[in-house]
């Protein structure tokens, strides 16, 4: 395996890793991830309640298809597009002065700030642009060798 080709790996591994873990501890605890949704005002309850039996999943699935070929570019869009919403969610409640747990990762870590959570998700989208720019154009150049 190549230099490049371990980077790319790593980088999947690390998104994958986290949104994995992420998506697990909150699919154990639905009703907990549930009441962290509430706290940020956004959506109703009965909407919170929906996306805390529904989210978890997508974060899981989307974590495992980051590593098939066939998946990696829905995978990798899901992984992105959720951690633009979730930054968002996080800078309407700093705007609005709430002061709550981030909710990222269920129970599992807690008290981690809004602040923390935003650094975390714009680390994130290092190896997610990374994966962007050269894993993907790197399954092009081998779609056209192929032709």
């Not at 591994?13 to 549930?34: C, E, H, M, N, R």
């Not at 009965?46 to 899981?60: D, T, Y």
């Not at 597009?81 to 709430?98: K, Q």
């Not at 747990?101 to 997610?128: E, K």
Request: glycine share 12%; aromatic share 10%.
């Amino acid at each position: 395996m190549r230099l490049p080709d371990l980077g790319l790996m790593a980088c999947r591994i690390i998104l994958g890793g986290l949104f994995l873990v992420a998506g697990l501890t909150k699919a154990y605890d639905p009703a907990g991830f549930a009441t962290e949704i509430q706290n940020y005002h956004l959506v109703p309850w009965v909407g919170g309640v929906l996306l805390a039996l529904f989210l978890p999943w997508v974060e899981i699935f989307a974590a495992g298809a980051l590593f098939l070929k066939r998946f990696q570019r829905g995978a990798l869009l899901l992984i992105s597009a959720m951690l633009i919403v979730y930054s968002a969610a996080l800078i309407s409640a700093m705007a609005r002065g709430l002061n709550i747990d981030c909710g990222c990762f269920g129970r599992l870590i807690s008290s981690t700030g809004i602040v923390w959570a935003l650094i975390r998700n714009a680390g994130l989208m290092i190896p997610a642009g990374i994966l962007w720019i050269f894993g993907l154009r790197g399954q092009a150049r081998v779609k056209n060798r192929r032709r």
